[in-house]
């Protein structure tokens, strides 16, 4: 069952490293993050699960162990999933449904699993074995929903840390321009994860989604199958678009 669960946006950019120069305009975001992580930690769960957004080669499950780099940005920084060398497929992992034909070998996570990588590393997390699972933007609602069920099942404390990016169309400079529907879709997402509303989450309209470039649509919808019947509360603890792109951070417990 979900006791836990905590989301937190991906961007590369919340990584120092990689931000650069810029790195103190996310300060406020790093340190909600943090503390959502901390909520995870005191559910005290038996597994944590990592769900993120991923392109082709990134979906399905990733074990324990697993290795992300942000080289591609330009920056000589790797992370590892949990722990090192624990890599190892988990024979009933709920990544079937994602279309990606299961966990059968140790791949490089996709970037979002990366960043979280990074936030658990940096939390110092070794509270209960962690495994990785990369969603394709495709995926409909229901087998979202249908991934989360599985996931929530899977041990008697499960907790998810759920990746993934709001609208990237908040002003004319955000990397899918400027669209008005969007800032009303980031708010309605911003209430649902505050108040833990797991209704909310599973009727997101996913062609919105798409148009507006929301990458944590269906990493929330997974979410919103964990939780079903869990009965946890929420609390919104960052909500703004620094670059034009909704970064929301949310603690359920």
């Given at each position: 069952?979900?006791?836990?669960?905590?989301?937190?946006?991906?961007?590369?950019?919340?990584?120092?490293?990689?931000?650069?120069?810029?790195?103190?305009?996310?300060?406020?975001l790093r340190a909600a993050c943090t503390d959502a992580l901390?909520?995870?930690?005191?559910?005290?769960?038996?597994?944590?699960?990592?769900?993120?957004?991923?392109?082709?080669?990134?979906?399905?499950?990733?074990?324990?162990?697993?290795?992300?780099?942000?080289?591609?940005?330009?920056?000589?920084?790797?992370?590892?999933?949990?722990?090192?060398?624990?890599?190892?497929?988990?024979?009933?992992?709920?990544?079937?449904?994602?279309?990606?034909?299961?966990?059968?070998?140790?791949?490089?996570?996709p970037t979002s699993l990366a960043v979280a990588a990074w936030?658990?590393?940096?939390?110092?997390?070794?509270?209960?074995?962690?495994?990785?699972?990369?969603?394709?933007?495709?995926?409909?609602?229901?087998?979202?929903?249908?991934?989360?069920?599985?996931?929530?099942?899977?041990?008697?404390?499960?907790?998810?840390?759920?990746?993934?990016?709001?609208?990237?169309?908040?002003?004319?400079?955000?990397?899918?321009?400027?669209?008005?529907r969007a800032e009303g879709f980031d708010a309605e997402v911003?209430?649902?994860?505050?108040?833990?509303?797991?209704?909310?989450?599973?009727?997101?309209?996913?062609?919105?989604?798409?148009?507006?470039?929301?990458?944590?649509?269906?990493?929330?919808?997974?979410?919103?199958?964990?939780?079903?019947?869990?009965?946890?509360?929420?609390?919104?603890?960052?909500?703004?678009?620094?670059?034009?792109?909704?970064?929301?951070?949310?603690?359920?417990?």
């Amino acid at each position: 069952m979900l006791v836990a669960a905590a989301v937190c946006p991906c961007p590369p950019l919340l990584v120092p490293e990689v931000a650069a120069g810029a790195a103190p305009e996310l300060d406020a975001l790093r340190a909600a993050c943090t503390d959502a992580l901390g909520v995870l930690a005191a559910s005290r769960p038996d597994l944590l699960v990592v769900v993120g957004p991923a392109e082709k080669s990134g979906r399905g499950t990733h074990p324990e162990g697993s290795r992300g780099s942000f080289g591609g940005f330009g920056v000589d920084l790797d992370v590892c999933l949990g722990r090192p060398g624990a890599a190892g497929a988990s024979p009933d992992a709920a990544a079937t449904d994602t279309g990606a034909g299961g966990a059968d070998t140790v791949r490089e996570l996709p970037t979002s699993l990366a960043v979280a990588a990074w936030l658990l590393e940096r939390t110092g997390w070794s509270d209960a074995p962690v495994e990785g699972l990369g969603v394709g933007e495709p995926l409909e609602a229901e087998r979202c929903v249908r991934v989360g069920e599985q996931i929530g099942a899977r041990a008697p404390r499960v907790a998810l840390l759920v990746m993934g990016d709001a609208s990237a169309c908040r002003t004319l400079k955000a990397p899918g321009y400027l669209d008005e529907r969007a800032e009303g879709f980031d708010a309605e997402v911003a209430r649902a994860l505050g108040a833990a509303d797991v209704e909310a989450l599973k009727v997101l309209d996913v062609s919105l989604a798409y148009e507006l470039k929301a990458a944590g649509r269906a990493p929330w919808q997974v979410l919103a199958g964990a939780a079903e019947g869990a009965g946890l509360g929420g609390a919104l603890l960052h909500d703004d678009a620094p670059y034009g792109v909704g970064y929301l951070v949310a603690a359920w417990s």
